[in-house]
């Protein structure tokens, strides 16, 4: 079994401050030298976005503004540590939305300045990959892991801890974007995927029909903008009454197109493959269904499975200390140097020293 937190780092011994600021959830989190949560502080801003019905990218980044400090400071004092007693500083630099990951990276940035501290700069899906070793630390390498989120929708082959490839991925939206179009074309609130989830366990899927986008095809991409024109079109044929009527079960079938679609290529993945493990990651990773078909079916099909806990499966600074235990360590003042990148390739180079850097 691969050891799922290779001692990689060769200075900065000591506990990880992460910082977490790629979309509208900052977040601050403390780990120790062996792996443990020694606190996790998130600050929503669902209130926020509410009523907008999503994320305004320069409403988020003013909150970031005003939060980031703060829960950095909750955090430490949650783990009774001083900026001080750390070792590093870790930060998430990409993919998200611009103006968020700079806050936080320039946190993070002045942290590790003022205290002479090194940084490891880290990238948002290796935080969500690190999620399921946090979740379960003995987990066996290698697994595919299907990372399923408002802006993402991946299946990734995890060979080690630090190492990946790209198996496929959404051609569209993302598998959480469609699950928001879906709840705000039923007249949900916010956030969407989580009020659509709550609906579908009211209903029963089996009077309507979606269709399963690349449901056909022999590859391990998926396709969501058909389903969420499906429930346009059906919704556009009702009246009022017939919408009020039928929509928990119009919830149902929707959520079971979305949930079919990616827990078929994950199995497929996972056979093609032939790992021992399979796992799943992002903010969809909370979809009630989504937990109970892929802990039934991929452990009838003989992986072992792993969810995160809630707390882990939506953005947060935990999974990015638990990916900074094997990210590239830069040294005072190297990091001084380093940019966050809106768009970033899961195998960039993130020292941005290196000739082959990615940021």
Request: contains cysteine.
């Amino acid at each position: 079994m691969a050891d799922p937190n290779p001692a990689v780092l060769t200075a900065g011994e000591g506990p990880i401050l992460a910082v977490e600021t790629s979309c509208d959830d900052t977040s601050a989190a403390v780990m120790d030298e062996s792996g443990s949560v020694l606190a996790s502080v998130v600050h929503s801003q669902d209130v926020i976005h509410e009523k907008y019905g999503g994320v305004v990218p320069e409403v988020a980044s003013r909150a970031h503004v005003e939060r980031a400090t703060v829960v950095v400071r909750e955090a430490l004092a949650e783990a009774e540590l001083r900026p001080q007693d750390l070792g590093r500083v870790a930060v998430t630099v990409g993919p998200g939305l611009i103006g968020a990951l700079l806050i936080g990276l320039n946190t993070a940035k002045a942290i590790a300045w003022a205290h002479r501290l090194p940084l490891v700069p880290v990238h948002h899906l290796h935080g969500h990959l690190a999620a399921v070793w946090l979740t379960e630390p003995q987990v066996a390498f290698p697994m595919v892991t299907l990372i399923a989120s408002g802006g993402h929708t991946s299946l990734i082959l995890v060979e080690d801890s630090r190492t990946f490839r790209l198996l496929g991925q959404t051609l569209d939206d993302a598998a959480g974007e469609a699950m928001d179009k879906g709840a705000r074309l039923l007249g949900l609130g916010y956030p969407g995927g989580r009020e659509l989830d709550a609906l579908a366990e009211q209903g029963e899927p089996g009077g309507f029909q979606f269709p399963i986008g690349l449901a056909r095809k022999g590859n391990l991409d998926f396709s969501f903008s058909g389903v969420k024109t499906a429930m346009y079109y059906l919704l556009r044929e009702m009246d009022e009454a017939e919408r009020r009527a039928n929509r928990a079960d119009i919830a149902a079938a929707y959520r079971e197109a979305v949930v079919e679609a990616l827990i078929s290529k994950l199995l497929q993945a996972g056979q093609l493959t032939g790992v021992p493990t399979l796992a799943v990651a992002g903010g969809v990773a909370a979809n009630s269904l989504l937990r109970r078909r892929l802990e039934h079916e991929g452990t009838t099909a003989g992986f072992e499975v792993v969810i995160p806990r809630l707390s882990y499966c939506t953005d947060n600074a935990a999974m990015i200390a638990a990916a900074a235990r094997s990210g590239p360590l830069l040294p005072f003042p190297a990091y001084l140097a380093l940019e966050a990148a809106a768009s970033l390739a899961l195998d960039a180079d993130l020292n941005p020293n290196s000739e082959k850097a990615g940021l």
